[in-house]
């Protein structure tokens, strides 16, 4: 990150307009320009071998390199409060590297019951079958740390769960994963960048996002990220993937050092893979931070209001948002979050019909598969995002068949209180 772009001890709204983008060295651009450009021009022959050798950094090619997603990669790093980020092409992209980078067969991960769905399948359809151990465990600090041995290269949990709302005690769980030697990576995602959850500060190894979410914040991209706490003691042993030297003898924290994680990942999920992010779509990724903490402040204010309202209503069996006192993670997450508990809410109504029957209804709310966007968007995750889970692992992970789930956005929320009672009418009505 260039020096002068938001000074190291800038707070967190400053380092969302200014971290990792200058004005432009040569038109002036103050905005971020988007570099749409496969390939850069090498000085002479000697620099271009230099680069190729790994002997001196630049940009070579842009399936690995490109000076706007970069600068979004910086400016996740510094809300992070990590030493170095890689943007990768979705959310996806970010965890399968990540784990690509620390396990191997034989390996143990264990992770959190309360994921997305995506999350599992990754594991289901591609590491189990590779030859991975998965052990899985409700998202607390003791049963996750009962399920660690020898092998084990990753403690893996979300910090808000999506979609039951859980937030484990980061702290703790940090503290059990140093005392056994097992990163623990945090899909931050419902965190918000830092602004709600901070899992680095809280002694995470890693992070990754879907930038498609809050980041973003404008539902028009799927992007992901992975940002790199550099605090992680990799020369122990413990995950032989990021220890041990590669044919020419060199380990990755050899070669990387701090960064050892994010080297490999921008390896193997961009140099290998090809899960490049766009420079397009990395410049919205950009200009959806420079409003993050307005956004997520609004939405989250929304998401209590509204939640507390739910909760009162005659059709609503059960609210699931972690800012209600009766949420089983309202302590944990009145430590470990910050400024608001997320703007997800989920309520069951009890029955699938009737859950349908509150999304054909809904006029203002769009029924679509995704969340974090400006406008208020909602689904039946039982149906649809986590449908590939088995029923049991579906209710252990808080999704019934009459719950909703309701990502706030930034309407007034007297019009989204009206949208929602009249939804719950109908609802009732189908019943
Ligand atoms: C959406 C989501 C993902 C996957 O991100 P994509 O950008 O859709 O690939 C991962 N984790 C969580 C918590 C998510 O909400």
Redo the contacts with the bound molecule.
């Keep these: 990150m260039p020096e002068h772009d938001a000074p190291g001890d800038a707070r967190f709204a400053t380092r969302q307009v200014h971290a990792g983008s200058v004005p432009d060295p040569v038109s002036g651009s103050r905005a971020q320009p988007i570099h749409a450009t496969s390939s850069f021009v090498f000085d002479d022959a000697e620099h271009a071998a230099a680069l190729f050798a790994g002997e001196r950094s630049g940009n070579q090619y842009a399936r690995m390199h490109n000076p706007t997603t970069a600068a979004f990669a910086a400016r996740l790093a510094a809300l992070e409060g990590g030493v170095a980020a890689v943007a990768l092409a979705?959310?996806?992209a970010a965890?399968a590297a990540t784990l690509l980078a620390l396990a191997r067969p034989g390996a143990r991960v264990v992770c959190s019951n309360q994921v997305?769905g995506?999350?599992d399948a990754l594991f289901r359809r591609w590491l189990v079958p590779w030859g991975v151990d998965l052990m899985t465990a409700p998202p607390e600090p003791d049963a996750l740390a009962a399920a660690f041995d020898e092998r084990t290269v990753a403690c893996w949990v979300?910090s808000i769960a999506?979609p039951s709302g859980s937030v484990p005690d980061l702290p703790a769980l940090a503290e059990r994963c140093a005392a056994a030697g097992v990163p623990l990576v945090v899909?931050n995602?419902?965190g918000c960048a830092g602004y709600l959850c901070r899992p680095l500060a809280h002694g995470a190894a890693a992070v990754v996002h879907?930038a498609?979410?809050w980041i973003g914040g404008h539902g028009s991209f799927?992007?992901?990220v992975v940002v790199d706490g550099g605090s992680f003691d990799w020369s122990a042993g413990r995950v032989p993937a990021l220890c041990q030297p590669d044919a020419q003898g060199r380990s990755p924290q050899v070669r990387f050092g701090a960064a050892a994680l994010a080297g490999r990942v921008h390896e193997l999920g961009l140099f290998t893979l090809g899960a490049t992010l766009s420079p397009f779509a990395a410049f919205l990724g950009l200009q959806g931070l420079e409003t993050l903490d307005l956004r997520v402040q609004r939405s989250c204010d929304t998401a209590l209001v509204l939640a507390r309202w739910l909760a009162a209503q005659p059709q609503v069996e059960r609210v699931a948002y972690p800012g209600l006192e009766d949420h089983p993670s309202h302590a944990v997450a009145r430590r470990v979050l910050q400024h608001g508990f997320g703007a997800v809410v989920a309520f069951d109504l009890a029955e699938q019909r009737r859950a349908h029957a509150c999304l054909d209804a809904f006029r203002l709310v769009s029924h679509l598969a995704n969340?974090g966007d400006v406008r208020s968007v909602a689904i039946h995750p039982w149906t649809t995002t986590h449908r590939s889970l088995s029923e049991a692992a579906r209710r252990a992970a808080g999704v019934t068949p009459g719950l909703v789930r309701l990502s706030l956005g930034l309407e007034d929320p007297d019009d989204l209180r009206e949208d929602l009672a009249q939804a719950l009418r109908a609802a009732a009505g189908s019943a």
């Design positions: 979705s959310g996806q965890s997305f995506g999350t979300e999506n899909d995602t419902w879907s498609t979410k799927v992007g992901g969340i």
